[in-house]
């Protein structure tokens, strides 16, 4: 049984950035492609970037483009959401997941195991 856990959520103003972080637990943790996805209240779940088991390859939402960096550290176990230049509207809470297969994809039910989730507000 993988568990994630996220942290690095708060409240920051408009412009600023946070860092987001997910690290497992549990000794069942095998390198697989990892995602990170936001839900905002009264809105569905919607994929905000992914990255592939190694680091190499990498997807975003378009509407995080330029703005967010997904990245792991395979030593550490752990994956981060770089966040700048945040927005209102980046306002949810943001979940990582680990993929069920050996690439990257963007479909939330490709995602086997998720954290609980951390909470971002940005007020403008």
């Known amino acids: 049984q993988v568990q994630l856990a996220e942290s690095g959520g708060g409240l920051v103003q408009a412009g600023g950035s946070l860092r987001l972080s997910c690290a497992p637990s549990?000794?069942?943790?095998?390198?697989?492609?990892m995602g990170w996805f936001r839900q905002a209240p009264g809105k569905v779940r919607e994929f905000v970037a992914a990255i592939g088991s190694e680091g190499s390859t990498t997807y975003y939402a378009a509407p995080v483009e330029g703005r967010f960096t997904i990245s792991r550290d395979n030593a550490k176990r752990t994956v981060y959401l770089q966040m700048n230049n945040l927005k209102a509207e980046d306002t949810a809470d943001y979940y990582c997941a680990q993929n069920r297969n050996t690439v990257p994809t963007t479909a939330a039910q490709d995602y086997g195991y998720w954290g609980r989730g951390t909470q971002v507000s940005v007020s403008s």
């Open positions: 549990g000794r069942a943790f095998v390198t697989r492609p």
